[in-house]
């Protein structure tokens, strides 16, 4: 059964893993930018990560018959310099115009600062100027419901960004359901010891339903699994969802909501 990864860090991976990946039905991931384990001192470093995303993590990722798509920002914990922030922010729309990228991501909020705030602010501008697609990162624990409400009163307060073209991650229990209330896509992110396991993104999907949200597994430099999604759909199917609802939250639903995208395949 093919599957998307819509969330997953390949940087951060080895070839076995595409490889893992493409046994398991993965037929399409996208990828954002995002932290690279330690702070880049300038630009230049952006730069060149920017093009590793748009040149040869595609490359890697089509031998293993895997469409790869990325999305371009300054992460929010790399955001406190706004001198830098903007030194990057300057250089996004030349990165949005390849054609494997989808739009902005992933913005949002590390510790809630008010210069994180700032930069996710002009990502937002950026998005609305350009007409692209945004995906979003919510901070972790006990900062997340602020997190997630003091984006959410940003993308409303300060742009006409359509809600549905607008993916909010890393949801859990106490934050989906304000997410999909105000009209944005939901992420769950699956983790085996933070965020979501596939258990509670089931227990989630029981609760909340399936409209307007996805499952990804980050994949990140920590402890993290590229095949958290095929395991959250074997959860699925241990309970008694059938195969379309399965096929309707790991293939259907990415695909709708990327879709709006042009840029976006399937294929390689």
Request: glycine share 6%; charged share 25%.
């Given at each position: ?24 039905g ?89 210069n ?24 972790h624990?006990?900062?997340?419901l ?70 990804n ?15 959250a ?36």
């Open positions: 059964m093919k599957y998307i990864d819509p969330h997953i860090h390949m940087v951060s991976r080895t070839t076995d893993d595409y490889e893992r990946m493409a046994l398991a993965c037929v399409a991931i996208t990828e954002p930018a995002f932290w690279a384990g330690f702070d880049r001192s300038s630009a230049q470093g952006f730069y060149d990560y920017f093009r590793l995303l748009t040149e040869q993590e595609p490359q890697r990722a089509e031998a293993y018959g895997i469409r790869h798509h990325s999305w371009i920002c300054i992460n929010p914990k790399e955001s406190e310099d706004l001198g830098l922030a903007r030194e990057v922010l300057s250089i996004i729309p030349e990165f949005l115009e390849k054609p494997s990228v989808l739009g902005v991501g992933e913005i949002g909020l590390n510790k809630n600062s008010r994180e705030l700032t930069i996710l602010e002009e990502h937002l501008a950026l998005a609305e100027a350009h007409n692209q697609l945004v995906l979003v990162h919510t901070p624990l006990e900062d997340k602020k997190g997630t409400q003091l984006i959410m009163d940003a993308i409303k307060r300060n742009t006409n960004l359509d809600p549905g073209r607008v993916l909010i991650d890393h949801v859990e229990e106490h934050t989906v359901g304000a997410v999909l209330d105000q009209g944005f896509w939901a992420g769950m992110t699956l983790y085996p010891e933070t965020k979501c396991t596939p258990q509670r993104a089931v227990d989630i999907l029981e609760m909340y339903g399936k409209e307007r949200i996805w499952m597994s980050a994949g990140d430099w920590g402890p993290s699994d590229p095949l958290a999604v095929p395991k759909r074997l959860e699925m199917f241990k309970r008694g969802h059938q195969e379309a609802d399965v096929m309707r939250v790991t293939f259907e639903n990415p695909v709708t909501f990327l879709g709006q995208s042009e840029r976006f395949r399937t294929d390689v």
